[in-house]
């Protein structure tokens, strides 16, 4: 079942501006994964957070992860134009698979 | 990079007919695969998860004989609509581990995506 959700579900905002998205899941998780979706297109792999893993940087891209409050963020800073896309987090499906699963995703604008 | 092509990228087909959408590992063998189905502005649902050489898990809730599944080869798999009909319309997304990342049966790794195909049905 559907662990993971997003919040907020939609975020639009100007260009340099940073974007923050939340995931939060249900049942332990031995890491946690964000993907991105251009608008008709497949998903693109962002990164990976292990649960031993606090924080983690991938060029503009922040993710933190507090397993005490089964959270994770996204932080994208200093925004672009191409960043406009739906970000989704991916957790295992509930019961120690590694099958993942997906929430409905944020969906990010960002005006030039 | 690994890359996963999915063919076609649309299709659109009179109702009754079967479709078959194509899933390849291009770069790279896939034991498993997934097919998801996504609705406008919501989240990937999982269907079934396909391995090559055996018979594909489906999610509850989803027709094994509606939605075929066949994973012969360590480099494709196909998901057949069969008879499809207007409420089957929507994108079609596959998904591949790359066997050589793999970290154990129960260890997530990056998902491969292709680009998925839109599928309306008339």
């Known amino acids: 079942s559907q662990q993971g959700e997003e919040d907020p579900q939609a975020l639009s905002i100007q260009e340099g501006e940073n974007a923050t998205m939340n995931c939060s899941y249900k049942?332990?998780?031995?890491?946690l994964q964000w993907y991105r979706q251009n608008s008709g297109r497949g998903l693109v792999h962002l990164i990976l957070i292990r649960s031993n893993e606090r924080e983690k940087h991938s060029g503009r891209l922040r993710v933190t992860l507090d397993t005490s409050k089964k959270s994770s963020s996204l932080l994208i800073t200093a925004s672009r134009a191409a960043d406009t896309a739906s970000y989704f987090c991916?957790?295992?499906?509930?019961?120690?698979?590694?099958?993942?699963?997906f929430g409905r995703g944020t969906s990010l604008i960002v005006h030039p | 990079g690994a890359v996963v092509s999915q063919h076609p990228s649309w299709v659109i087909c009179k109702s009754g007919t079967s479709v078959k959408i194509e899933c390849r590992s291009l770069?790279?063998?896939?034991?498993?695969m997934f097919w998801y189905r996504q609705f406008p502005k919501q989240s990937l649902m999982l269907m079934a998860t396909s391995n090559e050489g055996s018979k594909a898990t489906y999610e509850q809730g989803v027709e094994k004989d509606k939605f075929l599944i066949n994973h012969a080869s360590l480099t494709l798999s196909t998901l057949t609509v069969t008879s499809a009909h207007p409420e089957d319309s929507s994108f079609y997304i596959c998904?591949?581990?790359?066997?050589?990342?793999?970290?154990?049966?129960?260890?997530?790794?990056?998902?491969?995506f292709g680009d998925g195909t839109r599928l309306s049905i008339l």
């Open positions: 049942t332990s998780i031995n890491n």
């Open positions: 770069d790279f063998q896939a034991t498993t």
């Open positions: 998904s591949a581990r790359d066997d050589s990342e793999d970290r154990g049966l129960y260890s997530n790794q990056p998902q491969h």
């Open positions: 991916a957790t295992p499906k509930s019961g120690g698979s590694y099958i993942p699963t």
